[in-house]
């Protein structure tokens, strides 16, 4: 057996101990006899998981009482319709455009409710975060919504919006757990699991109680309704239930690598070496202005889009899998998420030295 330094974006890197762990599991989860994957959602042995998966989020994201976690199906895409669907109230909400996904989800909500567009960093290509200080605010939106970290082009808020007293919503897809965050501070956090939680296809929702309204307009669908999954402790109807058994090893793993500020300063400093060798670099160069890169996610170019693409091609070659960049941007992104080890940074930056000396 061999592995890869996996530099996806998503479906990522998870970490090997984990990996292990759920081997090992494979065919007789803790004397059931049976896989997870083939045990009722009803037995107590699945709830327990659950619980644990639970309590486990929370432990480590300080999550106060009155937020609920939600499990759900559908990745962070489905939620582009939720989220409208459960907040709206006067039918308006703020979107800050940072990106791709936070524009697809400024279009998916403009389905249900206006949408006033508050900022933009279209013009220069998503290579930056706007000054959201003081932004023009409807008095009357329902809540500011924003991509926080931008996995397309490498950005990330390193301070959140003003929202004028407005509800905070963040899709944190690609920085979940990457660092301590202060829950209070939004009304909705969620995200797709497969960037830095777990294996594809469930979002975390993170919602402040009073937010869950009590009635939703008739068309909504049960299935997208808060209210179901907060009533039923996302078990509603069957959940992605080895998914979440995945993240909840996953938040086991965070909580003995020393939590989310241990995470945090881990990954400053494997973001660190790539990012010090692309500032030194002659060939290659970052493509996001410095202070709002990202911990996550790495987009860099040579500036020769045939270069560009000896270069992924010899990495994988070389062991380092994954690195075109998004299909929009061209060039390469890597992404570095929990998961990765500093090793695997490590090979990166030696193999870009190696190629730009053979390059030069
Ligand atoms: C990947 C990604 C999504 C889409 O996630 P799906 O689970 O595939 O729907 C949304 N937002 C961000 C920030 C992402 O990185």
Known sequence: MSRVYNFSAGPAVLPEEV???????????????????????????????IDEAEQDIRDLMNIPDNYKVLFVQGGASTQFAAIPMNLKKNGKAAYIVTGQWAKKAAQEAEKYIDVDIVASSADKTFSYIPDCSDLDIADDVDYVYICENNTIYGTKYHTLPNTKGHVLVSDVSSCFLSEPVDVEKYGVIYGGVQKNVGPAGMAIIIIREDLIPESVDKSVPTMLTFKTHADAGSLYNTPPCYTIYMCGKVFKWIKAQGGLEAMKKHNEAKAKILYDFLDNSKLFKGTVVPEDRSLMNVPFVTGDADLDAKFVKEAKAAGLENLKGHRTVGGMRASIYNAMPTEGVQALVDFMKKFEEENA
């Open 19 to 49: 990996l292990k762990e759920a081997a090992a599991e494979m065919l007789d989860y803790k004397g059931t006899g049976m896989s997870v994957m083939e045990m009722s959602h009803r037995s107590p042995a699945f709830q327990q998981i």
